[in-house]
């Protein structure tokens, strides 16, 4: 009776459903590296090493090429993903943290946290566009999927910052939630999602009016409120789910993005940064800063499946198919 | 059907009967668990999270760490009340009637050990439903997969039971065997704390837990629970469980036994 039942069970353990496939990679703040995570047997695949304290990093558009924030190197770094061999150097300004390409393909909006600066560069000549003006320690960068606008959030100066890309001038300002870290826009471009990193809050901004629609707070029992630092998001694009991760209160917040209600809490590792979906919306991945580890999220469970070593403080995700 | 069979049938259900008709002990059965796992647990809740250990693949709260410990508790402590109604029975003179049966000793006294097991899983597999109402869960299949286990770690558990019975005298003893078998098998054991955190404390502290008999039925309970099967302690708890049996056997073997010197006391 005990090995049938054994046998049944690791059987169908086996038959579970495969993940999609694809390639995620990670960034790796403390190591110089990324980590190549293969997404169908969640396994890493391998290592590349890269300039000094990569942090955002993201892919062109036909995913042939991986743009890298070398933090500590003042530069942005393009990766050749087919040979895993750094092209090339872009000028990036000093200390680029996030960065976000523009639909064209073609201009970078990189964010100089030391400078308050945007630095928008061109990525195939190979030069420093324009130099923009924000408000102080500029962090989180995002284009909105028009190409309209580029936001920029300043930490400090807790503001959002709209660019105009056609003139490339900054054309308003909207007052968030102290340090806000990170911008997102949704599919049709009628809302930003901003996180508050110290406020402890998501703003989510109505963009023709650039005023807040909607400001989401998050409340863990036994998490005590300072440790609850919403830094990365990722919204579906059927616009109906939004996730949010809480920094060191080692959570992922689940939030209807129609009304705006949280719906789960997800357990992750130490320090969550950074997120990213892959193509099919089925999988969520997390980088988990302290415990060195990216977990892995099933969307439609909403259940944390597992967690993978990487890199010393890994940080930023992209994923190919 | 034969006549070990009608035995072993008879013992079975006997039991099964005894465990329904105590409500109270059926009520008992389930509390001290779901105690243990909504308030101990609650108070000393990692909400942070516990660091990632085999079989967990991701970080887990101390619920879900304690839950396959509270499992073994469950049949830790229905081999101690096993133990106790054979003294009862020893004392009322119902153990009499069966150990007058023409079978085999050790036969009758593994169909006692088996109708334990039975009645402790019972009670198991409630508690973990109630569990599962309360949001602390393991892969579905797990429930189908601990099943083996938890024959493993009922009958080992079960055998000490038996063990413990042949050798107490009166039924007032039993307070004793709270203190000095229950309590230090469930608190030196992988129960309650994971093994590297008492390493972290103290050395022989974790020494101790590594040769619990205890230790090795929680972890494999624990590993079954999802999907795994930990062979060590697997091989710890047959073994166990063997010598538990053999001791019991030879306990209650009226001519070389145990029992022959309470005769004589």
């Not at chain 1, 694809?22 to 090493?49: C, F, H, Q, R, W």
């Not at chain 1, 062109?60 to 743009?67: N, Q």
């Not at chain 2, 909400?47 to 830790?76: D, F, H, K, R």
């Not at chain 2, 007032?172 to 972290?200: D, H, I, Q, T």
Request: with cysteine; glycine share 6%; net charge negative.
């Amino acid at each position: 009776m005990r090995l049938p039942a054994l046998t049944l069970g690791l059987g169908l353990l086996a038959a579970l459903p495969a993940h999609a496939s694809g390639t995620l990679y990670v960034s790796n703040e403390k190591d110089d590296s990324l980590s190549i995570i293969d997404i169908a047997t969640l396994e890493v695949v391998g290592t590349i090493p890269v300039g000094q304290r990569p942090r955002g990093i993201t892919l062109s558009k036909d995913g042939s090429v991986l743009y890298i924030c070398a933090s500590d190197s003042d530069t942005v770094q393009v990766l050749d993903l087919k040979t895993g061999k750094i092209l090339h150097d872009l000028p990036s300004g000093e200390d680029p943290e996030q960065f976000a390409l523009h639909p064209d393909d073609r201009h970078l909006y990189i964010a100089n946290e030391d400078d308050a600066i945007v630095t928008i560069v061109d990525v195939d000549s190979r030069q420093v566009v324009q130099q923009i003006e924000v408000g102080v320690e500029p962090e989180g960068m995002a284009v909105s999927h028009d190409g309209r606008y580029a936001v920029n959030t300043s930490e400090t100066t807790n503001m959002v910052h709209w660019i105009d890309t056609a003139t490339k001038q900054l054309v308003a300002n909207t007052l968030v939630d102290q340090r806000p870290r990170h911008a997102v826009f949704d599919r049709d471009d009628r809302r930003l999602w901003v996180s508050s990193e110290i406020g402890g809050t998501v703003s989510v901004i109505d963009v023709d009016s650039k005023e807040i629609v909607q400001t989401i707070a998050f409340a863990l029992p036994n998490i005590h409120k300072d440790q609850i630092q919403p830094v990365g998001m990722e919204l579906t694009r059927d616009g109906k789910l939004a996730f949010v991760s809480l920094g060191p209160a080692n959570h992922v917040a689940v939030v209807d993005a129609q009304t705006y209600e949280v719906l789960d809490y997800l357990l992750v590792g130490r320090r969550v940064w950074h997120m990213a979906l892959t193509p099919d919306e089925k999988t969520l991945f997390t980088a988990n800063g302290v415990s060195g580890d990216v977990s892995v999220i099933d969307v439609e469970d909403r259940k944390v499946v597992k967690s993978i070593k990487v890199g010393r403080y890994p940080w930023g995700l992209a994923i190919t198919p | 059907m034969t006549a070990p069979l009608i035995a072993l049938r008879g013992i079975v259900i006997r039991e099964i009967l005894r465990f329904v008709h105590q409500r109270s002990r059926f009520l008992g059965a389930l509390v001290r668990p779901l105690i243990w796992l909504l308030v101990f647990a609650a108070g000393f809740r990692a909400a942070l999270g516990v660091s990632i250990m085999p079989p967990y693949e991701t970080y887990i709260t101390y619920e879900v760490y304690i839950l396959p410990g509270l499992v073994g508790m469950i049949q830790l402590f229905n081999g101690m009340q096993s133990s106790l109604s054979m003294v009862y029975d020893r004392e009322m003179g119902s153990m009499r009637v069966l150990l007058t049966s023409p079978l085999p000793r050790w036969w009758l006294l593994t169909c006692k050990l088996l109708a334990g097991t039975v009645v402790s899983i019972l009670q198991v597999y409630a508690f973990l439903l109630i569990a599962r109402a309360f949001g602390i869960d393991t892969p579905g299949w797990g429930l189908l997969a601990v099943l083996p286990a938890l024959v493993a770690s009922g009958m080992m558990l079960g055998a000490l039971g038996l063990l413990l019975s042949s050798v107490i005298k009166q039924l007032e003893n039993f307070a004793g065997v709270m203190n000095f078998v229950v309590f230090p098998l469930f608190f030196c054991s992988s129960a309650l704390y994971p093994l590297w955190k008492m390493r972290e404390s103290s050395v022989l502290l974790y020494q101790i837990c590594s040769i619990n008999p205890f230790t090795h039925a929680v972890e494999l309970i624990r590993h079954a629970l999802y999907l795994q099967i930990a062979w060590q302690a697997l091989g710890w708890t047959v073994v166990a469980a063997v010598i538990f049996m053999a001791l019991a056997v030879i306990g209650y073997d009226p001519a070389r036994g145990l029992m022959r010197r309470k005769a004589e006391a």
